[in-house]
């Protein structure tokens, strides 16, 4: 991150959140506890998320960990005695996570999750309610619900079940390991793997060839996933098309047309 970088106001300086080149980047800053995600960050998570996809300035929102050894390792067990030590106080709690979990699902700009060291439990369920997920080589991944006798809900099923098949997610969730980074691409838990000392420069790269693209078809695409992802009846394909117009009509697509013939780059404005 470089001197231009903008700070956004946080609820929490365990979640830090900070826009550079058209990148929204959001950081799980709890590194003595391997980014463990507490309470209030997950309170924190859809209201720095709601932040950026108001921000014309960001494009594409890349999250991360804090430090070398980890994502998320999870969610923060020392809170538990605290924050689920009534049936209040648990439903508060998962309340809580499932709306950072919508939050992320339904955000209406592209998300990556930037993986390395650690992203278990919590961590894994961050990574797949991302769009894309890139890893370093050193990356582990894993879900020890099995382990520690807890019950999963059907929605953090499902999503994990969308990303790598019933099939591994019934071993991911049986065998309750953990997986290394090659072994999460080949259930397609990932998207790519890179050396660890790459995964920074890989990832800005990436998020700045999606950021350079035109905003309205990216938005288009997002919208049509999020749609996919949905039980066919609840499906807003009305809206779908609908953006899908608004990319024909808008001045990006001249621009677009202008560029390929004239040899350029297309500078887009997201209108």
Known sequence: MNATAHAIPEM????????NDGIG??????PARHNAVSYEMWLALPVVLAAFEKDPE????VLKGAG???FVAGADISQFKEK?????????????????????QHCTKPTIAMVRGYCIGGGTAIAVNC?????ADDA???????????????TGIKRLADVVGPAFTAEIFFTARQFNAQEALQMNLVNRVVPAAELLTFVTDYAKTIANNAPLTIASIKKAIIEYLKDPAQRDLETVQHMVELCYKSEDYKEG????????KPVFKGR
């Not at 980047?25 to 709890?30: A, D, G, M, Q, V």
């Not at 582990?140 to 059907?154: E, I, S, T």
């Open 12 to 19: 929490t300086d365990r979640l830090l959140a900070e826009k």
């Open 25 to 30: 980047w959001i950081t799980f800053n709890n």
């Open 58 to 61: 960001v494009r594409v929102i």
């Open 68 to 70: 070398e050894k980890a």
């Open 84 to 104: 689920r030590s009534s049936e209040d106080a648990v439903e508060a709690y998962n309340t809580a996570a499932d709306n950072a979990s919508k939050a992320l």
């Open 131 to 135: 769009d894309m997920r890139v890893a």
């Open 140 to 154: 582990k991944f894993g879900v020890p619900a099995g382990k520690l006798g807890l019950g999963y809900r059907f």
């Open 257 to 264: 047309q202008a560029a390929f013939m004239e040899k350029r």
